[in-house]
């Protein structure tokens, strides 16, 4: 097994055909271990190269809104009465540190998005 760290984009390229190629490998075998490490390579090389940037807060809970199929009122034991949610998501008003909270325990939003400052 000749495996290398990715340095390139053209290795980077290079190691996702071969990941390709591997894909129906077996686990627990030569095939398998093989995609194993060229999968946490090209993981490594993303993180780094292709960070992705947190969403902003507000648009964080409208799109949990639309997964889940959320109103208004579904956010009132997370954010407070209606129109204290309708200023959260018209950027009235900022969330606080118990929204953010209850938002992260129960829709599972990453905290680190609902602290996130918007622009």
Known sequence: MNIKS?????DYRVVLKE??????AKPNTPEGEKLDILVTLIEAYERNH???DLPDPVEAIKFEMEQKGLTIKDLEPMI??????????????TLTLRMIQKLHQELGIPAESLIKHSV
């Open 6 to 10: 990715i340095k390139t984009d053209a």
């Open 19 to 24: 990941v390709e190629s591997l894909m129906t």
């Open 50 to 52: 292709f960070p992705l």
């Open 80 to 93: 407070g009465k209606s129109n204290r949610v309708y200023e959260v998501l018209n950027r009235k008003r």
